[in-house]
Nanobody
Framework: QVQLVESGGGLVQAGGSLRLSCIWS????????MGWYRQAPGKQRELVAR???????HHADSVKNRFTISRDNAKNTLYLQMNSLEPEDTAVYYC?????????WGQGTQVTVSS
């Protein structure tokens, strides 16, 4: 079983920065992609950014030029660098891994951006 644990969330003022981390454990043979999603109260969960097995990345239009997804395989860690944070970025952020035909999710980490 694959396990994912997010960390790095917190309270930050608008314009500030945070770096989220997602550490994985268990076998990830057959890993196809990893990504960051977020969900605010009363809103649908949405894709923030993803990285596929060959390193190609995709970022949602709402976070382009502000957030950057990256991965360090040696540390079993997925990152989301978040710059120029805005109140609309407030949400619970989740890490996801696609392994073969299965999806694995972390427990989420809260990001709150004050104005």
């Amino acid at each position: 079983q694959v396990q994912l644990v997010e960390s790095g969330g917190g309270l930050v003022q608008a314009g500030g920065s945070l770096r989220l981390s997602c550490i994985w454990s268990g076998s990830i043979f057959g890993l196809n992609a990893m990504g960051w999603y977020r969900q605010a109260p009363g809103k649908q969960r949405e894709l923030v950014a993803r990285i596929i097995s060959n390193g190609v990345t995709h970022h949602a239009d709402s976070v382009k030029n502000r957030f950057t997804i990256s991965r360090d395989n040696a540390k079993n860690t997925l990152y989301l660098q978040m710059n120029s944070l805005e109140p609309e970025d407030t949400a619970v952020y989740y890490c996801k891994a696609n392994v073969r035909l299965r999806e694995y999710w972390g427990q989420g980490t809260q990001v709150t951006v004050s104005s």
